[in-house]
């Protein structure tokens, strides 16, 4: 199988780069810092560059003449009381996390529709699903990506294509190590749930690869996810009476 990961050179990117290798796939790793596995081509990209992403789509074209499993995986960590983060934070945070999809998929889908087949990965996140306060750039950014993700799975299915959405709940990244934003609360309480997380990259890209081999389209990969969506599916006066609990005490703790 023929893989293109972005984000691929740390975290849950580069977990999927192993796993794939361990399968004996081929892998190609996309990021802005080298990645440390020999056994992967590394490509310099910024998501936000349509050049980077055209170099890209000419590497996989001389390389490989198409393209099996795409991971939209690249993001950064964000977010901040509505009153609270700046414009500029939205603004940096959805050319990432979301344009940065939206580029993947359109400079690969065309090769995909070509062959007649492909898988297009998207890492959104359990909070695609699921909205806890102080987030809202976060949250809105990464339902896009979960709403994105349904629309290429319909529109690109009579083209023998699939399309896969991950929502994990917290795990131990080090994606929080340049979390930005001005909401000094919240990033507090986020950097203290990813230390505290039970996982870490390797065991949720071992869930993803089991729930791509079933053919999932939404993956929670996580008991935490699973649990926390399940509570909002069947229990919405529960599920917000928990978010609003949260909320007052995040409030507290930004007001204090």
């Known amino acids: 199988m023929r893989v293109f990961v972005t984000g691929g050179s740390s975290g849950l990117g580069l977990a999927l780069c192993r796993a794939y290798l361990d399968r004996g796939d081929e892998v190609i790793s996309a990021d802005l810092n080298p990645s440390p596995l020999d056994a992967v081509e590394h490509l310099q990209l910024d998501v936000r560059s349509d050049a980077d992403w055209a170099a890209a789509r000419a590497r996989v074209d001389e390389r490989w003449g198409g393209l099996d499993l795409l991971f939209n995986n690249a993001g950064v960590a964000g977010g901040g009381r509505i009153d609270v983060a700046g414009l500029d934070e939205w603004q940096w945070i959805t050319e990432i996390n979301l344009f940065g999809v939206v580029r993947g998929v359109r400079v690969f889908v065309p090769m995909m529709k070509a062959q007649g087949s492909g898988t297009i990965v998207n890492t959104a996140s359990l909070a695609g699903l699921v909205h806890p306060a102080g987030m809202a750039s976060y949250n809105a ?79 929670l990969p996580d008991e935490a996810a699973r649990a926390a969506y399940g509570l909002k599916t069947t229990d919405r006066p529960a599920y917000d009476a928990l978010m609003r609990k949260q909320a007052a005490r995040l409030n507290a703790m930004g007001d204090a």
Do not use: M, W
Not at 181 to 205: F, K, R
């Open 141 to 219: 950014v990464k339902a896009a990506v979960v709403a994105l993700t349904e629309t290429l799975g319909h529109e690109l299915a009579s083209y023998g294509i699939t399309a896969h959405a991950i929502c994990p709940s917290y795990f131990r990244t080090g994606l929080v190590d340049h979390l930005q934003g001005s909401d000094a609360a919240v990033g507090a309480v986020i950097g203290a749930l990813v230390a505290n997380a039970p996982l870490g990259p390797e065991e949720i890209a071992a869930e993803v690869l089991a729930a791509l081999d079933r053919g999932e389209e939404l993956i």
